[in-house]
């Protein structure tokens, strides 16, 4: 099985070692491409304004000037077109990608691009503490679980328009009570904290930090990991609201 790692922290984040670490345990045919520098919040993006470089750290390790999106582009159209990978995992995401946080993330966006290529594509995202920021963030659930999940899901009929979102909670792996799968959540509070400040020359700044939710719905991710599992949510990138198609024709064309 041939298998492409990428991610949205760039080719020399932790995580992306230890999806490496997992990845070694189900293949030994493993390729990198990935964002040469962080691109955490760049969703779903496509360079279209510059060239992309791309620079080789090894055998089969490469990095690309771009986001997740490009890094997958890149490697599926170019890298590996003569022999394209049977599976792509994105992450190990430092940090939660839980309910509409999805839409943000790069890491997600990597694996759905892996889906409209065709190919079979799992996202894995570590959730971490709060005081654990940085390069302190532990994934040793990840190291823990992440390769029996990945079994798990590679056994399901393969689905051109669906990937897998995967988050481990913050806890010991001792303590994790099983893989639930769950919905996608959705925080129904302002999560968005702005921070004012200003830069050594006198001129104001603004930067998004983390705000706080303690709004955890009934079924979803979002409770799922709170209760100590980890999560798997199947999503597909076809973002039509079904249940609003005979209304929205009412009123358009009747």
């Known amino acids: 099985m041939r298998i492409l790692l990428t991610n949205d922290d760039g080719v020399h984040a932790p995580g992306l070692k230890v999806l490496e670490a997992i990845a070694r345990a189900l293949s030994d045919d493993i390729w990198i491409v990935a964002p040469h520098e962080e691109q955490s919040g760049a969703g779903h993006s496509l360079t279209l304004t510059r060239p992309l470089r791309i620079r080789e750290h090894g055998e089969k390790q490469y990095s690309v000037t771009g986001t997740p999106t490009d890094a997958v582009m890149m490697a599926v159209?170019?890298?590996?077109?003569?022999?394209?990978?049977?599976?792509?995992?994105?992450?190990?995401?430092?940090?939660?990608?839980?309910?509409?946080?999805?839409?943000?993330?790069?890491?997600?966006?990597?694996?759905?691009?892996?889906?409209?290529?065709?190919?079979?594509?799992?996202?894995?995202?570590?959730?971490?503490?709060?005081?654990?920021?940085?390069?302190?963030?532990?994934?040793?659930?990840?190291?823990?679980?992440?390769?029996?999940?990945?079994r798990r899901l590679i056994t399901m009929p393969a689905s051109r328009r669906m990937l897998f979102n995967v988050n481990f909670p913050a806890i010991d792996p001792a303590a994790v009570k099983g893989v639930k799968v769950a919905r996608q959540g959705?925080?129904?509070?302002?999560?968005?904290?702005?921070?004012?400040?200003?830069?050594?020359?006198?001129?104001?700044?603004?930067?998004?930090?983390?705000?706080?939710?303690?709004?955890?719905?009934?079924?979803?991710?979002?409770?799922?990991?709170?209760?100590?599992?980890?999560?798997?949510?199947?999503?597909?990138?076809?973002?039509?609201?079904?249940?609003?198609m005979a209304a929205t024709r009412a009123a358009i064309e009747g």
Not at 99 to 107: H, M, P
Not at 112 to 137: F, K
Not at 212 to 222: H, N, W
Request: proline share 5%; net charge negative; no cysteine.
């Open 77 to 150: 159209g170019h890298l590996m077109k003569d022999e394209k990978p049977d599976l792509i995992l994105s992450g190990v995401n430092r940090g939660a990608n839980l309910a509409e946080d999805v839409t943000y993330s790069g890491t997600v966006a990597a694996a759905m691009e892996g889906a409209i290529s065709g190919i079979r594509s799992i996202a894995l995202s570590q959730v971490y503490a709060r005081e654990g920021m940085g390069d302190t963030v532990p994934f040793a659930v990840a190291l823990a679980w992440g390769e029996r999940v990945i």
């Open 186 to 244: 959705f925080h129904d509070v302002d999560r968005t904290a702005i921070i004012a400040g200003t830069d050594p020359r006198g001129y104001p700044y603004y930067w998004f930090g983390l705000g706080s939710s303690d709004a955890v719905p009934e079924g979803s991710d979002l409770a799922a990991i709170a209760d100590g599992y980890v999560t798997v949510t199947p999503l597909h990138y076809d973002l039509t609201q079904d249940s609003a």
